[in-house]
Nanobody, 120 residues
Framework: EVQLVESGGGLVQPGGSLRVSCAAAGYTFGDYAMSWVRQAPGKGLEWVSSITYDGGRTNYADSVKGRFTISRDNAKNTLYLQMNNLKSEDTAVYYC?????????????WGQGTQVTVSS
């Protein structure tokens, strides 16, 4: 059974940093791309970032480029999102998603999400 469990969310002040993690189980983590997607209150899903199966290529939404860094540790079956210089508009539930191939395009499993709140 595939499981994706996010952690590391919380309350942070504007300009602060936070790292969220996604622990994967039930499949060969290193064979698939992964992505982070977020949903702000009252809004739809927004793609944030993707990483290929081997970590060789990453992509970011313009809204987070230069502030967020996606990474993965295939030995630990874990995906990360380092978020720096956080803004109030980054407040959202952050989900990790497993892609169906070595590069992100479509997804077949999602985590339950972790809440990130940016507020003073």
């Amino acid at each position: 059974e595939v499981q994706l469990v996010e952690s590391g969310g919380g309350l942070v002040q504007p300009g602060g940093s936070l790292r969220v993690s996604c622990a994967a189980a039930g499949y060969t983590f290193g064979d698939y791309a992964m992505s982070w997607v977020r949903q702000a209150p009252g809004k739809g899903l927004e793609w944030v970032s993707s990483i290929t199966y081997d970590g060789g290529r990453t992509n970011y939404a313009d809204s987070v480029k230069g502030r967020f860094t996606i990474s993965r540790d295939n030995a630990k079956n874990t995906l990360y999102l380092q978020m720096n210089n956080l803004k109030s508009e980054d407040t959202a539930v952050y989900y990790c998603a497993k892609a169906t191939h070595v590069v992100a395009g479509s997804y077949d499993y999602w985590g339950q999400g972790t809440q990130v709140t940016v507020s003073s």
